[in-house]
Antibody, heavy 118, light 109 residues
Framework: QVQLVESGGGVVQPGRSLRLSCAAS????????IHWARQAPGKGLEWVAV????????YYADSLKGRFTISRDNSKNTLYLQMNSLRAEDTAVYYC???????????WGQGTLVTVSS | QTVVTQEPSLTVSPGGTVTLTCASS?????????PNWFQQKPGQAPRALIH???KTHSWTPARFSGSLLGGKAALTLSDVQPEDEAEYYC?????????FGGGTKLTVL
């Protein structure tokens, strides 16, 4: 079955960096675009970024451009999110989400919590 | 900055019908915005319900349907069940970026 498992979350100080991972299984990872979305505690969902199936095309939410970088390693069936210059407002659960064909979001991971605090 | 607006909260009786909407600050929502709908229950990850305006996933209960209504994307729940109480989010496409709505808290009472 399709599985997306995020990891790498934790407590990090403001200004520091963190890299999240999303391990995929149960499907042909290299054939799908994958997104990151996040949810601050008690708040709604926010779209973060997407990477195309081959890793060559990437788009980001305007508010995050320059600080966050999405990437993937199709040989390892893994998606990444490099987060730099972290701020308190980046505190959230981060989810990876599969896109099956254009505009068809289907499977979500269970999320990993990032807490930015001194 | 693009804003996607949903009703903050709605209440429906069991067995009733309710429609949730999703509006765009840029104007009328069309199929080109590729509306998606998700359900999220407390402590859980979101679950996909609808994509491409009105297409369901294999796991989507038949009582959920998507459409365009009055310039907005819409999610209609028919014969509402107690387990439908949840937060519902829409997602719209804007030229290489996606924007979630603020969510609708649906209470079944």
């Amino acid at each position: 079955q399709v599985q997306l498992v995020e990891s790498g979350g934790g407590v990090v100080q403001p200004g520091r960096s963190l890299r999240l991972s999303c391990a995929a299984s149960g499907f042909t990872f290299r054939s799908y675009s994958i997104h990151w979305a996040r949810q601050a505690p008690g708040k709604g969902l926010e779209w973060v970024a997407v990477v195309s199936s081959d890793g060559n095309t990437k788009y980001y939410a305007d508010s995050l451009k320059g600080r966050f970088t999405i990437s993937r390693d199709n040989s390892k069936n893994t998606l990444y999110l490099q987060m730099n210059s972290l701020r308190a407002e980046d505190t959230a659960v981060y989810y990876c989400v599969r896109e099956t064909g254009f505009g068809e979001f289907d499977y979500w991971g269970q999320g990993t919590l990032v807490t930015v605090s001194s | 900055q693009t804003v996607v607006t949903q009703e903050p909260s709605l209440t429906v009786s069991p067995g009733g019908t309710v429609t949730l909407t999703c509006a765009s600050s840029t104007g009328a929502v069309t199929s080109g915005y590729s509306p998606n709908w998700f359900q999220q229950k407390p402590g859980q990850a979101p679950r996909a319900l609808i994509h491409s305006t009105s297409k369901t996933h294999s796991w989507t209960p038949a009582r959920f349907s998507g459409s365009l209504l009055g310039g907005k994307a819409a999610l209609t729940l028919s014969d509402v069940q107690p387990e439908d109480e949840a937060e519902y989010y829409c997602l719209l496409y804007y030229s290489d970026a996606w924007v979630f709505g603020g969510g609708t808290k649906l209470t079944v009472l």
